[in-house]
């Protein structure tokens, strides 16, 4: 394994476009440790209303970023206080859902440190039930990453303050609030620690070294550079790819699974699925836009819906909820 240095930068545009870069050119043969800290931002899940995820008003008061990632889960806040780490690698076939794997050297990390940390639900690690982490994973063409955040002291109120919170996911977890489920590690350090300290932790222990300066390396070149910066220019710096049109619908419904949450809306005229968009915080490995146009054009009436997703694995595209959740959302 070896890690990437990005440079110190803290625009959430280019380091996405890193890690984009990243996976669609490494991690074949080898795996790849990515760091990264964004200044205040909004990173919204791949299959997210982003509207409907922020309030818009402080976000556009504050001047906080928001950028859509490649991968599914919810929409996370970030700040100079909050690490983030990816790591890329190939993707073998088990791995993709499997966030224990990745998430475990993490975790043996912070339990080095003090911090009883375990991982909790389907993608976060916590401790004491408070979330200090949230994870996501993306694969394509053999290659995936899997990566997370560690809030070492971020500004929760400004976490609670950017993002909304819908009620179907506040009342799954069984909380009043979401900023009482969150924690920050520094509330369970013995000691104040700078946030380049903190990375030196987690760097040394992950590749077992005394020194932080002998953990093996690959450095971006220039050609490396022009390249993500291409990629920033033409993806994570575009309206369309961080907010997008959301079509028009008369038809609404979701629900939150075990896998996650699905909310379908539907644009229904005379009787026909004109319109379809899937949102949600899931973990698919497919494109959602396969099941929205399998949906388009039939009459919406179960037989039809059935019959038009009977031969698609829906968990390809919806991660961990079946055919049967998804067939009771529709109806």
Same mark, same amino acid.
């Given at each position: $394994? ?20 990243? !996976? ?12 990264? /800290? #964004?200044?205040? &931002? ?12 922020? #309030?818009?008003?402080? /976000? ?15 929409? /996370? ?7 983030? =780490? &990816? ?14 794997? =990745?998430?475990?050297?993490? /975790? ?16 976060? !690690? ?8 949230? #994870? ?7 290659? $995936? ?5 560690? $809030? ?93 049109? &959301?079509?028009? =619908? ?34 698919? !490995? ?46």
């Amino acid at each position: $394994m070896k890690f990437i240095d990005n440079k110190g930068i803290t625009d959430p545009q280019i380091n996405l476009a890193i890690e984009e870069y990243i !996976l669609e050119n490494f991690g074949e043969k080898d795996t790849y440790l990515l760091f990264y /800290v #964004n200044s205040p &931002s909004i990173i919204i899940g791949r299959n997210q209303n982003t509207i409907e995820e922020i #309030n818009t008003d402080y /976000v556009d008061e504050q001047g906080i970023k928001v950028v859509r990632r490649l991968s599914g889960g919810g929409a /996370v806040y970030h700040d100079e206080q909050n690490l983030n =780490f &990816s790591f890329i690698t190939k993707d073998d076939g088990n791995s993709f859902q499997n966030f224990a794997k =990745f998430t475990q050297p993490v /975790v043996d990390a912070l339990n080095n440190i003090g911090v009883p940390v375990e991982l909790q639900g389907r993608n976060d !690690l916590a401790v004491e039930g408070r979330k200090i982490s949230g #994870n996501a994973m993306f694969s394509t063409r053999g290659r $995936m990453f899997s990566h997370g955040t560690l $809030m070492l002291d971020s500004q929760l109120e400004e976490l609670t303050k950017a993002l909304k919170v819908k009620k179907i996911k506040i009342e799954s977890k069984g909380i009043k609030s979401i900023r009482s489920r969150v924690a920050n590690i520094a509330e369970y350090l013995d000691s104040p620690i700078s946030m380049d300290e903190f990375k030196e932790l987690i760097l040394r222990y992950i590749f077992d070294v005394e020194d932080v300066n002998d953990v093996p390396q690959y450095v971006l070149t220039d050609e490396d550079w022009a390249k993500i910066h291409e990629i920033s220019e033409k993806r994570y710096q575009q309206w369309e790819w961080n907010y997008g049109k &959301s079509p028009s =619908f008369n038809y609404q419904e979701s629900k939150k699974f075990p896998g996650g949450l699905v909310d379908v809306r539907l644009d229904v005229k005379k009787g026909i699925i004109e319109n379809c968009t899937i949102f949600g915080d899931f973990f698919g !490995l497919g494109d959602v836009k396969v099941l929205e146009d399998a949906l388009t054009g039939i009459r919406h009436n179960r037989d039809a819906v059935k019959e038009a997703v009977d031969q698609i694995d829906v968990s390809h595209y919806l991660g961990r909820i079946s055919k049967e959740e998804f067939l009771e959302l529709l109806y």
